[in-house]
């Protein structure tokens, strides 16, 4: 796995939700029980737990905003943690994640 393929799969998804709007976020994943905003930010908790594991830290929770339109952001954010910390076996797995995730979107 190259270290791309997680960048790529993280900015197909963020241009996929970069526009949305608070009512777009609020409504219910595909065939889920919860909300596309809750759907991301455990994507965001799961990459970051990734990221503490793989720098062999503590695992922190990452805070919910009020702004869900802040959830493209923080997604960045915590891949580009994990780009330069993880192996690329965990990177295939956190690339995996964001495109399972990209589609129940």
Known sequence: MSLGELG???ELL??????????RWAATATGGNMSRADLLHRLVQE???LCA????GP???VPRLDNDLALPDQLRVVAADLIAAAPPEV????AA?????????
């Open 8 to 10: 790529r799969a993280v």
């Open 53 to 56: 594991d793989a720098e062999g």
């Open 14 to 23: 963020v241009r996929q939700v970069r526009h949305w709007q608070q009512p």
């Open 97 to 105: 994640e964001v495109t399972a995730t990209r589609e129940t979107l």
């Open 47 to 49: 990459i970051a737990n």
């Open 91 to 94: 990177l295939a797995r956190a």
């Open 59 to 61: 695992r922190r929770a």
